[in-house]
């Protein structure tokens, strides 16, 4: 595996292979490589000849207080991990490459889409996940960008950025990839003490506790949303910071009766650690 740095760099490797007639597929992470993101380099390589991960903690994207200076870095690691997973390159920028002294643009997606939810607790987070991933796009200029549903609002912010700027480039979506306990894979939950840890399967529960209610014919959103939430107080060391059930294209809450595809979606506290994790509720199944 190749590993480069500067923006320079990766756009003539991409461009270079990009002559030859190759598809170039881009899977953007922040490191700390999982299962999750690997399935992610998977879905690429069924669909491209080249891919290219990105590794970069973009601190744009952390709040004051957040855990930017403790989130988990080990780039031997991660390209060691690549490797085994038959990608090209690496690109590992540093702050400095992608925001030079002087820096002053952002990509902001107004509305609901980036406010709501993860967007209401973290105050300009989706402002410095656009702005990153407009970079990384422009630098890539790959035929498709995959990101995982885990991350469902930021897939609805990328998506909505990537058509009303017209980027050359699709947005491609894989499944969660989850622990065999339903808890979904993260950098974070290494974050967790032992106890946090196994209270933390509340969330798959009350998504799937929700889920079998929808199943059952249930359209109410206080049914469905108490059914997780149900789950979620069960365990004692969770603090609920969201959930909501939200159309699936808008963000928007749902009212009066579910009648088009919805995010059932939940953030909790363990700590000072912070879990996401959500469900499609689709009527037309
Ligand atoms: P991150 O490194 O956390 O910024 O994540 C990089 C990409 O991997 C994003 O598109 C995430 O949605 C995706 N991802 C993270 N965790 C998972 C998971 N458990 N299953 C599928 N995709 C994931």
Not at 44 to 55: A, E, G, L, N
Not at 194 to 213: F, H, I, M, N, V
Request: hydrophobic share 45%; aromatic share 6%.
């Amino acid at each position: 595996v190749r590993t480069v740095r500067t923006v320079d760099e990766i756009r003539a490797l991409s461009r270079s292979w990009k002559r030859e007639g190759t598809r170039v597929g881009f899977v953007p992470t922040m490191g700390a490589l999982h299962e999750g993101h690997l399935s992610l380099v998977r879905l690429v390589r069924s669909r491209c000849d080249r891919t290219v991960v990105s590794i970069f903690v973009n601190p744009l994207q952390f709040g004051p207080g957040e855990d930017f200076d403790r989130y988990p870095r080990d780039l031997d690691r991660d390209r060691s991990l690549c490797e085994g997973a038959g990608v090209d390159a690496v690109w590992a920028p540093s702050p400095a490459d992608l925001y030079p002294e002087g820096f002053a643009t952002a990509v902001e997606v107004e509305g609901p889409l980036a406010t709501s939810l993860c967007g209401g607790s973290r105050p300009g987070h989706f402002r410095g996940v656009a702005t990153v991933v407009a970079k990384l796009l422009l630098a890539v200029e790959p035929d498709v960008a995959v990101f995982g549903q885990k991350d469902a609002q930021q897939v609805a912010v990328i998506r909505r950025m990537a058509a009303d700027l017209a980027l050359p480039c699709e947005i491609a979506v894989a499944p969660t990839v989850r622990e065999p306990d339903g808890l979904a894979l993260s950098s974070r939950n290494a974050y967790l003490t032992p106890a946090e840890r196994s209270q933390a399967t509340c969330l798959k529960r009350g998504l799937d506790a929700a889920s079998a209610l929808f199943a059952a014919g249930q359209r109410e959103p206080r049914h469905l949303l108490g059914a997780c939430r149900a789950a979620l107080e069960s365990s004692p060391l969770a603090r609920i910071d969201y959930l909501a059930l939200v159309d699936a294209a808008t963000l928007v809450p749902v009212e009066p009766t579910l009648s088009r595809p919805a995010l059932l979606a939940v953030a909790v506290f363990f700590g000072r650690t912070r879990l996401i994790d959500n469900a499609l509720l689709s009527p037309s199944e």
